[in-house]
């Protein structure tokens, strides 16, 4: 079914962006008994999903699944490309109220560049799977059609006990861009030889205070 819903990212030029999904109420009264509105999100490596902050949010967002890997501090060269995340949500509608659905999302942090490729990363975003879940004796073909072929992890997750109906939203096929800062390849190289720096130096202080201590007590022990 076609929808008038729309999703767009704010800030996209951010480490830290939200995902916004927006919809008329009319559009989302449920069909029958027993159907569950769902949002699926399936993204790219590069988004970190914080479980802890969406479980804070569970009066407005609902339920969420994480899939996949929730590491929040490694970069992105540490994240393999197989291990994309992917969110699923079954948020509670409002009954009269439009519905804003804020998703916020988190950035890893990119290679660093070298100089002259550019200051930010940019990140395609792909607009989010919605659809209603019924149980399988509810018939809705006067209004939707059952998806043949959504989503794995979808399918893995309903397809057992429930037949699947996707709203299709106003800029379904529309990509979103986040642009991510990334770091200065050579600035990286001056701040790891610092680094090195302040530890060779910090090694010698302690080695030298321990040295003179020693001698200081050495002193003592002759004076005695």
């Not at 999302?105 to 879940?133: C, D, L």
């Not at 004796?137 to 893995?156: G, H, S």
Request: hydrophobic share 40%; aromatic share 10%.
């Amino acid at each position: 079914m076609l929808s008038k819903g729309t999703f767009h990212i704010e800030p996209s030029q951010s480490f830290h962006p939200n995902f916004f999904l927006t919809f008329p109420s009319s559009e989302l009264a449920s069909p029958n008994t027993g159907c569950q509105l769902n949002v699926f999100y399936d993204l790219p490596r590069d988004i970190i999903l914080d479980p802890y902050q969406l479980k804070d949010l569970e009066s407005t967002l609902g339920s969420a699944k994480i899939y996949g890997k929730v590491d929040l501090e490694v970069p992105v060269s540490e994240i393999s490309e197989n291990e994309t995340p992917s969110l699923l949500l079954s948020p509670v509608i409002p009954s009269q109220e439009p519905v804003e659905l804020k998703v916020p999302v988190h950035m890893r942090y990119q290679y660093p560049a070298a100089k002259g490729k550019g200051t930010h990363e940019k990140i395609n975003i792909q607009a989010p799977y919605v659809f209603w879940s019924c149980p399988q004796d509810v018939t809705l073909a006067d209004k939707f059609e059952v998806d043949p072929q959504p989503p794995y992890l979808v399918q893995k997750e309903f397809l057992r006990t429930d037949n699947i109906y996707p709203l299709v939203l106003s800029n379904q096929n529309m990509t979103q861009e986040i642009l991510v800062p990334k770091g200065q390849l050579e600035v990286e190289q001056w701040v790891q030889t610092i680094t090195l720096g302040c530890i060779g130096l910090s090694f010698v202080w302690v080695v030298f205070t321990i040295s003179l201590k020693a001698f200081r007590n050495f002193r003592l022990a002759k004076e005695d």
